[in-house]
């Protein structure tokens, strides 16, 4: 029986295992950071303050829900799910290290999770939000869900972190048929 070497094209990348951790404690300081700012300098129930007019405005509010205030008044169980979430995501990583776009993007994801869960332990009133997107009304009113919400860094982490996810394993699922045809 013939014994096929694999040569270096045939292995898979991977980044250190501790990177994930780094990239979690850094995204999850510049959340808590962005909402320590927040707290310190905005006032609740003020008017926005543009940042870029028509794009970008701090808004501070606090949510007990999810999304669109999805399960409001449960900032403590949303907490424990996220907390688990989180650090799920990264024992995962640590046992089966990935390539290193899923091990970002998950990385990412983890962040979110952890950001929002801290303060869900935290913040008596809830997770602290204040980044408004205007423009991004303009779409949520079109499919009759009113204003968009306002948001954290630790939401941008999970939205772009699963987007970027889906994205990619829907072009890597692409490829090898693409070569298969070839």
């Known amino acids: ?22 990239l979690v404690a850094l995204l999850v300081g510049a959340d808590q950071a962005l909402k320590a700012w927040a707290l310190a300098n905005l006032t609740y129930g003020a008017p926005p303050v543009p ?40 024992v995962y990583l640590w ?8 091990t970002v993007l998950l990385s990412m994801i983890a962040a979110g999770a952890i950001g929002n869960a801290i303060d ?7 997770v602290t939000d204040m ?5 991004l009304s303009f779409f949520t009113r079109l499919v009759g869900q009113g204003d968009f919400p306002i948001f954290n860094l630790a939401d941008m982490c999970v939205v772009l972190g699963t987007i ?13 048929k693409a070569e298969a045809l070839e």
């Open 51 to 90: 940042v870029i007019p028509g794009v970008l405005d701090w808004t501070l509010t606090f949510n007990t829900g999810a999304a669109w205030s999805l399960f409001s008044g449960s900032t403590v169980p949303l907490a424990v799910g996220r907390l688990l979430v989180g650090l799920g995501l990264l």
């Open 164 to 176: 970027a996810l889906v994205v990619s394993s829907f072009l890597a699922e692409r490829r090898p």
């Open 120 to 126: 869900g332990f935290t913040q008596t009133r809830g």
């Open 1 to 22: 029986m013939l014994r096929v070497v694999p040569d270096l094209g045939d292995r898979v990348r991977r980044l250190p295992v501790w990177l994930p951790a780094l």
């Open 131 to 135: 980044i408004h997107a205007p423009f």
């Open 95 to 102: 046992r089966r290290p990935q390539p290193p776009l899923p």
